[in-house]
């Protein structure tokens, strides 16, 4: 007799539709300093430029929300020991939220605290994070700065913006609860490079140069971009990949097709009179009017971008 096979996990594919219902657009408004210690500046320009959705899968979403959860469990570990740990901005009754002086670089800290039996008199930027059984023994192994340069790189950011000159870094082996500490000193210098590469990367009209011109390099291979910057396909249509737009002061977009300011809805949305970023589109410009862009594709097909003719 043929072996029937197990039936769907409807309840469990249920979840996880629902999750991905749920989900965010896959856009972040600004530059996030949780990804600006990344190698290659041309994935950070694509994802200030919302080339590509991203699109997460309900398991992985349910994991981001279980280290958001592991959260006030870090809160309450601390204070229970005596560390004065603020998680909300009492001048805001939010999270705590740093930008640069453009307004478009910049995080949300998980918190600040005082009062730590290392240093109890210094205030201290506060990053929680959860590890599987094989990042964390990388962890303890190496250390932050080694084994995890994005955590780093996001506390020196932090640190920078905030005025602060520590941070403390508090771990969890998810498998076992088992707990890593690290304090970290701010590095002026770093902190430097990091905002400077950050405005570097803000300011571009076009992208970077990629970080190898080779598809099958593994940070290429594991880039949400890798479609967009190695297959030639199209980026999402939208204000931010549009030639017309661009980053101004405050955090703000401003549209010079129709001069104005855009909000995030209408960035999302664009309109009629888009034409993609030159560079975005995977072929040779050979000629343009006010409202199209023509080009010669690699395959030696013509493309018209915009009004048509």
Avoid at 32 to 40: F, H, K, N, P
Avoid at 279 to 299: I, K, T
Wanted: proline share 6%.
């Amino acid at each position: 007799m043929a072996v029937l096979p197990p039936p769907p996990a409807a309840t469990v594919a249920a979840i996880y539709a629902a999750y991905e219902a749920a989900g965010d657009a896959g856009w972040r408004t600004h530059l996030g300093a949780s990804q600006i210690g990344t190698g290659c500046e041309r994935a950070l320009w694509y994802g200030f430029r919302w080339a590509t959705r991203a699109r997460h899968t309900g398991r992985l979403l349910r994991l981001f929300e279980t280290g958001n959860l592991a959260e006030a469990r870090f809160v309450a570990d601390l204070r229970r020991i005596g560390v004065t740990v603020l998680d909300i901005d009492p001048t805001t009754g939010r999270q705590w939220t740093l930008r640069d002086p453009t307004g478009h670089f910049g995080g949300s800290m998980d918190a600040v605290g005082i009062g730590f039996p290392e240093a109890p008199k210094a205030w201290h930027v506060v990053e929680f994070k959860t590890h599987s059984t094989k990042s964390f023994a990388k962890l303890t192994a190496e250390g932050v700065e080694k084994a995890r340069p994005l955590h780093w790189a996001q506390m020196q950011a932090y640190m920078h913006l905030a005025g602060l000159e520590r941070a403390f870094y508090l771990a969890v082996n998810k498998d076992t609860d088992e707990l890593y500490q690290e304090r970290i000193r701010h590095d002026a210098e770093a902190g430097m490079r990091l905002l400077a590469k950050a405005q570097r990367i803000i300011a571009a009209v076009r992208p970077p140069a990629r970080i190898s011109e080779d598809p099958a390099w593994w940070e290429c291979r594991f880039c949400d971009h890798h479609a967009v910057c190695h297959e030639g396909a199209a980026p999402e249509r939208h204000c931010r990949s549009c030639l017309h737009v661009s980053p101004v002061a405050e955090g703000g977009w401003h549209c010079t097709r129709h001069g104005t300011p855009l909000a995030r809805r209408e960035q999302e949305a664009g309109c009629a009179a888009h034409l993609y970023i030159p560079d975005l589109v995977p072929g040779e410009q050979v000629d343009a009017g006010e409202d199209w862009v023509s080009y010669r594709l690699p395959d030696g097909s013509a493309w018209r971008d915009g009004v048509a003719a």
